[in-house]
Nanobody, 116 residues
Framework: VQMVESGGGLAQAGGSLRLSCLAR???????????MTWYRQAPGKQRELIAH???????NYADSVKDRFTISRLNAKRTVYLNMNNLKPEDTATYYC????????WGQGTQVTVSS
């Protein structure tokens, strides 16, 4: 299974973006039975877990994005989303997704750049 992230770009502080992540090659039962996660990595920093969503749709967030980001999933499309609101310059990073086991092939990520 290959992760394919998209939707990044340039945004101003206070703006919004919506990221998508397709688990290409996954089968429905495998995807729907997986906890899905979003990570980000800023230049010179370690990869940070920012959100995950359970098989039943329950979300969980890191404090750094709580109340601003929303994770969701659409199993029929093998896709997990990340709606990002009230963006801050410190959200600038490359964003990645995978399932919680991190055993699917990582994608190239999608770059998010937030200007002040």
């Amino acid at each position: 299974v290959q992760m394919v992230e998209s939707g990044g770009g340039l945004a101003q502080a206070g703006g919004s973006l919506r990221l998508s992540c397709l688990a290409r090659g996954s089968i429905l039962s495998d995807f729907s039975g997986s906890v899905m996660t979003w990570y980000r990595q800023a230049p010179g920093k370690q990869r940070e877990l920012i959100a995950h969503i359970s098989t039943g749709g329950t979300p969980n967030y890191a404090d750094s994005v709580k109340d601003r980001f929303t994770i969701s999933r659409l199993n029929a499309k093998r896709t997990v989303y990340l709606n990002m609101n009230n963006l801050k310059p410190e959200d600038t990073a490359t964003y990645y997704c995978n399932r919680q086991r991190n055993d699917w092939s990582w994608g190239q990520g999608t770059q998010v750049t937030v200007s002040s």
